[in-house]
């Protein structure tokens, strides 16, 4: 089969290289050095020729896995706020009062399995509760409701390893439940990850590991790391999701906002790193609204002073949180300078033209477009006609030309 054809059916850019190492794409991938960004839509064909195989196949598993293990260390995964795993009471309490804010619910404690048994490692406030569910329970529910307590599954593929227990006098949404259940299933499958990852450097560090063996484990970790790179994905998005409800919009406003930003990215040939970064931060764009009370955002009449200041400071709240969560921090400067107006009379730092980061330039437009032609419970949406001109009359004071110029050729 030529490499043309094997194009048209399909086959991946890793099976159409003339230049793989003993025909094994992971050994291309890892030959690159690219590290994190394990991704075959960025192995290209000059690439692929520089590859060496100038050391032994067992020296190579062992140099992957030490870079992997570098990588998915817990100070980079499972540091969520800013703690070292041995501080794991101060993590789990952290989420749990994060979870508390977020929902407005009365309670959230973190349950990890430990020898066999639910052991609390977590909570949001310093009541004790005894859990009245098994890890048998777990096996087979993600989400149970007992006793006026919901019980979230917190696994990694099938096993469970812990669980978040929600206390709450309302019914809880379902955008706030699949937010629960996101942050368990990250959590849950970077605590496997990082038991994986001293497993791994028990290997390494063996004179009697094989190369099947140390294979076999790149095979567990790279499976792992794919799991966390899709849970991630679910947390950004039901994360977004839960914003949007805050925010009372009646459509996904940040979910829109971001495909109109993807699209934008394309009109303009970016790539796909690029892209993918544009559109995480066109998601959590307004991530900063889900700690302040919804009554703030369903209010109609004239805001307070306080209540002002907090919507007004809502994207520096994000930034804070988007900092400590560490798939995400490429996207900060692209939310913090998204108010940022091309004449220089935008806000924090009254930056001009093209010294705005152009992600942020992007979502600005993106935003604005989206928020008009959308349904709020304060005003109708706007026709997007009308929008679009109010848009180009303002191109080259608030907004980027170039970017109106985009938005025109994806909404025409």
């Not at 706020?81 to 979870?99: R, V, W």
């Not at 900060?332 to 998204?338: E, L, M, R, S």
């Not at 935008?346 to 152009?358: T, V």
């Amino acid at each position: 089969m030529t490499k043309e054809d094997k194009k048209q059916s399909g086959v991946s850019l890793f099976g159409q290289s003339d230049f793989l190492i003993e025909g094994d794409p992971i050994e291309e991938m890892f030959a690159l050095n690219l590290g994190d960004f394990i991704s075959e839509t960025l192995i290209s064909e000059d690439l692929a020729k520089k590859i060496s195989v100038s050391v032994n196949k067992k020296e190579r598993l062992q140099n992957q896995l030490r870079e992997l293990i570098d990588i998915y260390s817990s100070k980079n995964t499972l540091c969520v706020l800013n703690f070292t795993k041995g501080e794991e009471q101060a993590i789990y309490s952290s989420i749990a009062k994060s979870i508390v804010q977020m929902l407005e619910i009365q309670e959230c404690l973190i349950y990890l399995v430990k020898s066999e048994k639910l052991v609390l490692i977590g909570n949001s406030t310093d009541e004790l509760l005894e859990a009245s569910v098994t890890i048998n329970d777990l096996l087979y529910n993600d989400i149970i409701d007992k006793d006026g307590f919901t019980y979230i599954s917190m696994r990694s593929s099938t096993m469970p390893v812990g669980m978040i227990v929600l206390k709450s006098d309302l019914k809880l949404e379902e955008d706030y439940l699949e937010l629960v259940l996101s942050i368990a299933n990250l959590l849950g499958t970077t605590i496997t990850l990082q038991n994986e990852v001293e497993n791994t450097n028990t290997l390494i560090n063996s004179p009697d590991t094989s190369e099947i063996d140390l294979k076999q484990e790149r095979a567990e970790l790279t499976a792992l790391i794919g799991d966390l790179c899709d849970y991630q994905q679910s947390f950004v998005e039901a994360l977004a999701n839960a914003v949007d409800r805050k925010g009372q919009y009646t459509v996904s406003h940040s979910r829109n906002t971001a495909k109109l930003a993807r699209s934008i990215c394309k009109k303009l040939g970016l790539n796909e790193k690029t892209t993918d970064l544009i559109y995480y931060a066109g998601l959590l764009q307004n991530i900063g609204k889900i700690t302040l009370p919804e009554r703030i955002f369903a209010t109609n009449g004239k805001l307070s002073a306080d209540e002002l200041q907090k919507i007004k400071n809502h994207t520096n709240v994000g930034v804070n949180l988007l900092m400590n969560i560490n798939f995400l921090s490429e996207v900060v400067p692209y939310i913090t300078y998204q108010t940022e107006r091309v004449d220089g009379s935008g806000s924090p730092e009254g930056l001009k033209g093209q010294s705005i980061p152009l992600g942020s330039r992007i979502i600005a437009v993106a935003d604005a477009y989206s928020a008009m032609t959308s349904d709020r419970p304060y005003r109708k949406a706007m026709d997007c006609d009308k929008a679009f001109e109010i848009i180009v009359s303002e191109a080259g004071q608030k907004w980027d030309k170039d970017v109106v110029n985009a938005l025109g050729q994806v909404i025409k």
